[in-house]
Nanobody, 127 residues
Framework: QVQLVESGGGLVQAGGSLRLSCADSGRTFSRYGMGWFRQAPGKEREFVAAISWSGGSTDYADSVKGRFTISRDNAKNTVYLQMNSLLPEDTALYYC????????????????????WGQGTRVTVSS
């Protein structure tokens, strides 16, 4: 069973960096693709980044390409989101999620494909 806990959020000035982590306490982390989503106040949840089970495939929302990097360490059951050049519009509650399907080819970006979600970590970027 996948149980996800995010950490690393906080308050940062525009232009700064944060690294989010998402730890899976289950024993099958390496079988699943992982994703990061976010939800800003008053807005719908949106896709941010995704990585395949092997780490060999990644995908990003256009709004974060070139600034954010998703990675994973299967030995530590952890997925990361390195966020650089942060903007005020990056302010949101960030969630990690695990794919419903094991061993999927490629990285899915569809929220409906993710079956397990963390509680979220808040990121606030001040201008």
């Amino acid at each position: 069973q996948v149980q996800l806990v995010e950490s690393g959020g906080g308050l940062v000035q525009a232009g700064g960096s944060l690294r989010l982590s998402c730890a899976d306490s289950g024993r099958t982390f390496s079988r699943y693709g992982m994703g990061w989503f976010r939800q800003a106040p008053g807005k719908e949840r949106e896709f941010v980044a995704a990585i395949s089970w092997s780490g060999g495939s990644t995908d990003y929302a256009d709004s974060v390409k070139g600034r954010f990097t998703i990675s994973r360490d299967n030995a530590k059951n952890t997925v990361y989101l390195q966020m650089n050049s942060l903007l005020p519009e990056d302010t949101a509650l960030y969630y990690c999620a695990a794919d419903r399907e094991t061993w999927r080819v490629g990285a899915t970006t569809r929220a409906a494909d993710f079956g397990s979600w963390g509680q979220g970590t808040r990121v606030t970027v001040s201008s």
